[in-house]
T-cell receptor, first 114, second 112 residues
Framework: DAGVIQSPRHEVTEMGQEVTLRCKPI?????LFWYRQTMMRGLELLIY????????DSGMPEDRFSAKMPNASFSTLKIQPSEPRDSAVYFC????????????FGPGTRLTVL | AQSVTQLGSHVSVSEGALVLLRCNYS??????LFWYVQYPNQGLQLLLK??????LVKGINGFEAEFKKSETSFHLTKPSAHMSDAAEYFC??????????FGTGTRLLVSP
């Protein structure tokens, strides 16, 4: 079975550019999470969705960040405009909503903003 | 609020030695506890979890952890380290609102 799929795996962009990260959760999972990992702040939850609806976006750092989940098999995290301090590894994870169970992580997208 | 504390950002052991990674939690609800492992340039992978029932939990790759409510701990152990165990390990606790709170991670270094 395919796990969580993220694209691109690596992204290098210049400050001020728009960046879009993509995630395909595991089929049948209806809860999706976006995390950011940096050396300084560790692993931070940015936002999570249940049944395509954003439930908690309190971790989104500022208005430059937005996330959508138009359907059960696809989500995007957009940064506009990007800044060097956004450089990090961004992970997507999914699981079955309503059950305190394992979150399955994707391989991550390493974002570098120059 | 729920939180976890991992003692020691780095732990070094020799191959064949006991591995002990420490995790203490704080939770206002009965906790569900998790250990994840992250290998270089990869996502997090579940090692084991405690939800209810038996307090000694066995996971993959020979790891196990014991839930001790009186000590609010969930330490991860492995009797004999292997070179392939070198990775970063994260302890996590559920918040009761479907979210997980992760610790800051412990990097395990294994020397020959």
């Amino acid at each position: 079975d395919a796990g969580v799929i993220q694209s691109p795996r690596h992204e290098v962009t210049e400050m001020g550019q728009e960046v879009t990260l993509r995630c395909k959760p595991i089929s049948g999972h209806n809860s999706l999470f976006w995390y950011r990992q940096t050396m300084m702040r560790g692993l931070e939850l940015l936002i999570y969705f249940n049944n395509n609806v954003p439930i908690d976006d309190s971790g989104m750092p500022e208005d430059r960040f937005s996330a959508k989940m138009p359907n059960a098999s696809f989500s995007t995290l957009k940064i506009q405009p990007s800044e060097p301090r956004d450089s990090a590894v961004y992970f997507c994870a999914s699981r079955v909503a309503g059950v305190i169970d394992t979150q399955y992580f994707g391989p991550g997208t390493r974002l570098t903003v120059l | 609020a729920q939180s976890v504390t991992q003692l020691g950002s780095h732990v070094s052991v020799s191959e064949g030695a006991l591995v002990l990674l420490r995790c203490n939690y704080s939770s206002s609800v009965p906790p569900y506890l998790f250990w994840y492992v992250q290998y270089p340039n990869q996502g997090l992978q579940l090692l084991l979890k405690y939800t209810t029932g038996a307090t000694l939990v066995k996971g993959i790759n020979g790891f196990e952890a014991e839930f001790k409510k009186s000590e609010t701990s969930f330490h991860l152990t492995k009797p004999s380290a292997h070179m392939s165990d070198a990775a970063e390990y994260f302890c996590a606790v559920n918040t009761g609102f479907q979210k997980l709170v992760f610790g800051t991670g412990t990097r395990l270094l294994v020397s020959p």
